[in-house]
């Protein structure tokens, strides 16, 4: 490495170091200047307005503990117990400072035919099977909680889809008498004294009722088979014609749900977790790939299949039997909550028919984003899981995840699955990065020429003359000068779908190789007692192998490159790509990262063992055979020679 190199990284990390000061000086200054804002609210006693500052502080430190402290505070003395305002349906309850609050009292008069139903016992009724543990709670006749039985949290506790007050399932409608019911907030009757299904063996159902009266209810009857993450719900209506208005076609569903973290890897977990839906009997499905904004809302005017609640890894799916008539679907971020990452909210218009019996008809997904999972719950479902668009997508789902689906059958550790995949992968596309090992030797090799040209016309307003000169001598030795770029960008399609399989491949998760824990998380050996803006609190050792084989394969390739008046630009620009690499992938799945590196390292082996075969000599002595022959022009030729003669200002014959 030159001297000029060595100046040129030691500039581009000074950059950095200087930027990172920057930003963490105004990050600084914009969380103080927050929190100096929110006291003064509260010595004004304005409450609400200091709750606001206090979340805009989170923004710039998003899991600050004081901060997040004084939030609960002040929500606990507001009376809403770490709730967001505009959220005022859910409280989130915080199990290790959980607040009691008395309830309020209800004029029970005033839901008409379901007063009786104002009061009650919360009891829990547990539903489950081999794969996941339902708890529905009487009141709402909602699921309270799910678990995940073959899976655990980065910390290893259970996997909780949701728990407790964190959701809100139910119908809003208006009577003929203009009551609004909400049935999230109304007690059912269990039809059965039992309370514990096991559907192990056999399939199991629950059925819980919202008494309207003697004869007349609503009824919700879960059912669940072994094997499925997918429960049904069947909600059912008796004789309900007396109390919902007979012209009503639609009632709306009201679905909410808070997300919590279940990733070591908070950052990537948002990136990762998205809202999407899919219009009834169409094939694609819609919604942000990644949520980018604060707030995203959907207005679904149509009728649509359903919609999901997804996380990085896992997903709550609801599903109509047959469609959903339209829908507002919002998602939003949830800086404010630490243990929660997403906050979703669907109205949706279900069916209803007016008659005495009546019912509409769906079903949950409570599951891994698994492919072949999803893809036997039908109705494109697997498609939530993002690989990538045309080409990328298809290699990802022809070849990649083919490949990796049948080495797992027979090898039981990820880190040699990603190595044997990588060779195979290199092995397929040697003749590709062969091609352009010797399109760089062949450039290497007339470098001399071409540094005789550049002497020749050392001018500025020459460097047409220059340009033709260098690219005749080019066409007389045979040397293509897209090939050794060609090659190069026929790779990307297949880098790309890497990109996009691994940070989405539940397969990988909690998966230890080496020194990494989990491969679909990124790696640490140390932890940074500080955060580095674009690099993080931590140091990932793959993310920094994959640098130092990046650097090494770029120093090899600048060592094969032409020589010209923008050759220290050129080295620059190429040496700067690693560095920035080496921000921007730190909190990236190791799997990614050690996969990246791997093809470094395979690729510098390759170009070793390539200018080994390669007889310099005997190529040098094809050139200038080649640069003796006579070269017959096409007139296509001729025309481009006589265009660029007359942009140089030399007279054009006629």
């Known amino acids: 490495m030159d001297k000029n190199t060595v100046t040129g990284l030691l500039l581009i990390v000074l950059i950095f170091l200087v930027f990172s000061i920057y930003n963490n000086r105004q990050l600084t200054k914009g969380f103080d200047s927050a929190v100096a804002a929110a006291e003064t609210e509260i010595s004004n006693g304005n409450l609400e307005k200091a709750i606001i500052e206090y979340e805009n502080a989170l923004r710039y430190r998003p899991n600050d503990a004081s901060i997040l402290e004084k939030l609960r505070q002040l929500n606990v003395e507001l009376g809403i117990v770490q709730e967001p305002s505009h959220l005022t349906d859910i409280q989130i309850a915080d199990d290790n400072n959980l607040e009691v609050l008395p309830p309020r009292p209800v004029d029970s008069a005033r839901f008409g035919p ?64 203009n009551i609004a019911i909400k049935t999230n907030d109304l007690f059912f009757t269990p039809v059965s004294d039992q309370r514990n299904y ?131 679907l919002t998602m939003e971020k949830t800086p404010s909550l630490d243990k929660y990452i997403r906050y979703y909210s669907s109205e949706i218009g279900v069916p209803y028919e007016s008659s005495a019996s009546s019912e509409f008809d769906m079903k949950f997904y409570f599951g891994p984003n698994h492919i072949k999972t999803l893809r036997k719950e039908g109705d494109q479902l697997e498609k939530i899981i993002f690989l990538g668009r045309n080409v990328i997508g298809w290699i990802s789902r022809g070849i990649i995840i083919p490949v990796f689906n049948f080495l797992e059958k027979y090898i039981s550790s990820y880190g040699i699955i990603i190595l044997i995949l990588t060779i195979l992968i290199k092995i397929v596309l040697f003749p590709l990065t062969f091609k352009s090992y010797q399109s760089t030797a062949k450039m290497q090799i007339v470098k001399p020429m071409v540094d005789d040209i550049a002497k020749k016309y050392p001018k500025k307003e020459d460097e047409l003359r220059r340009q033709q000169a260098t690219m005749d001598l080019y066409k007389k030795a045979g040397i293509n000068v897209m090939g050794g770029c060609l090659p190069t960008l026929l790779q990307f399609p297949i880098l790309f779908a890497m990109f996009r399989f691994f940070p989405v491949s539940i397969e990988l998760r909690q998966q ?69 690499f080496l921000f921007m992938f730190n909190s990236f799945p190791s799997g990614l990262t050690y996969y990246y590196f791997l093809a470094n390292l395979i690729t510098l082996g390759q170009n070793a063992i390539t200018k080994r075969m390669i007889d310099k000599e005997k190529v040098l002595k094809t050139l200038q055979e080649n640069i003796k022959k006579p070269q017959q022009k096409s007139k296509w030729q001729k025309r481009l020679e006589e265009a660029t003669k007359a942009r140089a200002g030399y007279p054009v014959k006629k």
């Open 512 to 580: 230890p190789f080496l020194w990494a824990t989990d491969l679909s998380s990124y790696d640490s050996i140390l932890d940074l007692p500080f955060n580095i803006p674009l690099y993080g609190d931590h140091v990932s050792l793959f993310t920094l192998l994959m640098t130092v084989t990046s650097i090494l394969s770029v120093k090899m390739t600048n060592a094969q490159s032409q020589a010209g008046a923008n050759q220290m630009t050129m080295k620059m620009m190429t040496y700067m790509m690693p560095i920035m």
């Open 114 to 177: 379901f007063s009786k139903a104002v009061y009650g016992e919360n009891e829990f009724i547990i539903l489950e099977n081999d794969l996941i543990e339902m708890k529905i709670a009487t009141k709402g006749g909602r699921v309270w909680s799910v678990r995940l039985k073959e899976f655990v949290r980065h910390d290893s506790t259970d996997l909780i889809l949701f728990d407790g007050d964190s959701t809100v399932f139910g119908l809003n409608f208006y009577t003929k008498d």
């Open 198 to 328: 096991s559907a192990v063996a056999d399939s199991q159902a629950v059925a819980l009722r919202l008494m309207a009266g003697e004869d007349s209810y609503i009824e919700y009857l879960y059912s669940l088979v072994p094997g499925k993450y997918s429960p049904n719900l069947s909600v059912r209506f008796r004789n309900m014609t007396s109390i919902i208005p007979e012209n009503q076609t639609t009632l709306s569903l009201d679905w909410k749900m808070y997300m919590p973290q279940q990733e070591k890897g908070r950052l990537y977990e948002e990136n990762y977790s998205s809202l999407k839906y899919k219009y009834y009997q169409e094939k694609d499905v819609e919604g942000p790939i990644r949520a980018t904004k604060d707030v995203d809302n959907f207005n679904v005017s149509s009728r649509f299949s359903w919609v999901a609640y997804q996380d990085q890894f896992f997903s709550s799916i609801l599903i109509a039997d047959n469609f959903f008539a339209n829908g507002n």
